[in-house]
């Protein structure tokens, strides 16, 4: 988090291998990467872009659907 934005990142562990296969399922909201972004953003209400890449820009994606108010960049999301 840096000013008013989230930065959430791509694949970088195993579990997340795991939660990537669970993307094209529509199950981005049992993902470790949204659940922990969406306890970031509850707990910092100021914040206006939701930038991601890859596993992140899914999430990213997902947010923004939920929140309208959010403006959301990503980079290589699976779309």
Do not use: C, W
Not at 48 to 59: D, E, T, Y
Request: hydrophobic share 35%.
């Amino acid at each position: 988090m840096e000013g008013d934005s989230l930065y959430i990142a791509g694949t970088s562990s195993l579990g997340d291998v795991a939660d990537d296969l669970s993307l094209p399922f529509g199950l981005t909201r049992g993902t470790q990467r949204y659940i922990d972004a969406e306890r970031v953003l509850k707990a910092n209400p100021k914040i206006r872009r939701v930038i991601g890449h890859s596993l992140g820009g899914a999430v990213s994606l997902e947010l923004g659907k939920i929140r309208p108010d959010l403006k959301t960049r990503t980079y290589g999301a699976p779309v």
